[in-house]
T-cell receptor, first 111, second 114 residues
Framework: SQQGEEDPQALSIQEGENATMNCSYK?????LQWYRQNSGRGLVHLIL?????REKHSGRLRVTLDTSKKSSSLLITASRAADTASYFC???????????FGQGTRLTINP | SAVISQKPSRDICQRGTSLTIQCQVD?????MFWYRQQPGQSLTLIAT?????????ESGFVIDKFPISRPNLTFSTLTVSNMSPEDSSIYLC???????????FGQGTRLTVV
């Protein structure tokens, strides 16, 4: 399967703590993207990191990319109850005009 | 950005019937994508819909089961044909404004087949 692996599959933390999710993939990429999905609704784009970038920040989000290990991580700092959602990584694969999604991490923030 | 209106948002259908899902974008886009998300699972690409040409289907998906129309640069439909309970899923349309950029998604159609 081309789909990447994400871990953990589920993560439950207290509000205010940091949440880290990891994504691994199998092929060469143009970029890697992270999305959030609330309760089976549409996906919302969070951040895009290109293959020649190693780290990117957006507000409370920090994404890293290690192309040698074919892996990425998403860090959400100072989590809030509203961050409760499923998070998916998606790889824009070289030579293919499509995104391939990972299995997702279900994040629960407990108040 | 792009705003996508997807209809219906949900439906309950009898097995053996067909449902057509509409996706309307607020701007012209070259590429539109249709995904299926089975319960508790990730997104799987069904097909890529390009205006003026036949849709390109991924392995495991066929045109007879999932016919797609793309009559212009702002609109597409996906039909789920001869439905069975195994087709119960969320179906999502998506667009990209340019190569190697982020995707924008509709709110999804939650389909239940009984």
């Amino acid at each position: 399967s081309q789909q990447g692996e994400e871990d953990p599959q589920a993560l439950s933390i207290q509000e205010g703590e940091n949440a880290t999710m990891n994504c691994s993939y199998k092929t060469s990429i143009n970029n890697l993207q992270w999305y959030r999905q609330n309760s089976g609704r549409g996906l919302v784009h969070l951040i895009l990191i290109r293959s020649n970038e190693r780290e990117k920040h957006s507000g409370r989000l920090r994404v890293t990319l290690d192309t040698s290990k074919k892996s990425s991580s998403l860090l959400i700092t100072a989590s809030r109850a509203a961050d409760t959602a499923s998070y998916f990584c998606a790889t824009d694969i070289k030579g293919a005009q499509k995104l391939v999604f990972g299995q997702g991490t279900r994040l629960t923030i407990n108040p | 950005s792009a705003v996508i209106s997807q209809k219906p948002s949900r439906d309950i259908c009898q097995r053996g019937t067909s449902l057509t899902i509409q996706c309307q974008v607020d701007s012209q886009v070259t590429m539109m994508f249709w995904y299926r998300q089975q319960p508790g699972q990730s997104l799987t690409l069904i097909a890529t819909a390009n205006q003026g040409s036949e849709a390109t289907y991924e392995s495991g998906f066929v045109i007879d089961k999932f016919p797609i129309s793309r009559p212009n640069l702002t609109f597409s439909t996906l039909t789920v044909s001869n439905m069975s309970p195994e087709d119960s899923s969320i179906y999502l349309c998506s667009v990209e404004k340019g190569r190697w950029t982020e995707a924008f998604f509709g709110q999804g159609t939650r389909l239940t087949v009984v």
